[in-house]
């Protein structure tokens, strides 16, 4: 393929950089997909309203984002921004059903579970052959597992729950972060703050997620659900205090099939805010689940 000034082969270009940045024997994959997102971005510099190349970019981000190990999570709003515009480029086309399948999947990365659903649900419709299905239920099992054992506190009694609260190691907080609870945590990222738990119980459906998915208890005794991004399944243990630096709490609420989902939540987007045992854990690299066409 020639690059030239031809947004069809600037298109092709990209997919086939991602491809290779895939293979088992690339030697510098984030270099492959940068020249991905390169070439995409000269597409749409040559033709603003093809819908193509603007799709084209949107999975080049979300390729970006697994391959720098899933952790900066600005790559996933780029990649949002490329989905959607190319959503409005559009028009009267006939919708693409991998566009909404992808950007399901985006929704879903960033725990907007309401949007990830619809996504999925729409590209089902679209072209039932795509395993959106598989996608829903997944994370509605997750989600039922995580609203149900908050609500029921870990499904312990409360002499259990206090005693494990009350094991939770808070001398491991950096002398430079303030010790919070989740109930002193803000709404969005806590700068210098710093919350100390305990895991309850692993609800994450595979052990290789994105993210992982816990049920957790803080030393004050409060349940709340825990998803770790950029940490492997082996780096966290059921028996260790876990302290997390610039926790960020979100409230996740849902509502699908007449059922509501709702819980608190904390997200670490980066490994380097997770200390387990008074430890840094590493950063682990995950591979995107995407829809294979036009990938």
Avoid at 75 to 100: F, I
Avoid at 128 to 141: F, Q, V, Y
Wanted: glycine share 6%; with cysteine.
């Amino acid at each position: 393929l020639r690059k030239g000034n031809n947004k069809e082969s600037l298109q092709q270009l990209s997919m086939l950089k991602r491809t290779m940045a895939k293979a088992p024997e690339a030697k510098d994959p984030k270099q492959l997909v940068e020249e991905s997102i390169q070439h995409a971005k000269d597409a749409v510099m040559l033709d603003m309203n093809d819908y193509f190349s603007w799709y084209v970019l949107g999975n080049a981000y979300m390729n970006l984002h697994f391959t720098l190990g899933a952790t900066d999570h600005a790559h996933l709003h780029s990649a949002m921004k490329a989905y959607s515009n190319a959503e409005k480029k559009a028009g009267t086309k006939p919708p693409n059903p991998d566009l909404h399948f992808n950007r399901a999947m985006v929704y879903r990365f960033l725990e907007e579970y309401q949007q990830a659903l619809e996504g999925f649900a729409q590209s089902g419709r679209i072209d039932p052959s795509l395993p959106w299905k598989g996608e829903a239920e997944r994370m509605l099992t997750e989600l039922s597992r995580l609203h149900s054992s908050i609500q029921s506190k870990g499904f312990l009694k409360k002499k259990k729950l206090d005693m494990i609260a009350s094991s939770v190691v808070t001398r491991d907080v950096p002398s430079d972060f303030e010790l919070k609870g989740l109930n002193e945590l803000e709404d969005g990222s806590n700068t210098k703050g710093a919350l100390t738990c305990r895991l309850l119980q692993e609800v994450s459906t595979d052990s290789m997620a994105v993210p992982l998915k816990y049920v957790a208890v803080d030393h004050q005794g409060t349940c709340f659900g825990l998803s770790l991004f950029g940490t492997s399944h082996d780096a966290v243990r059921m028996n260790s205090s876990i302290t997390i630096l610039n926790p960020l709490r979100q409230l996740i609420q849902c509502t699908w099939r007449q059922k509501d989902y709702r819980y608190l939540n904390v997200r670490v987007e980066n490994a380097r805010h997770l200390l387990v045992g008074g430890n840094p854990v590493s950063s682990f690299s995950s591979a995107p689940k995407l829809a294979t066409t036009n990938l």
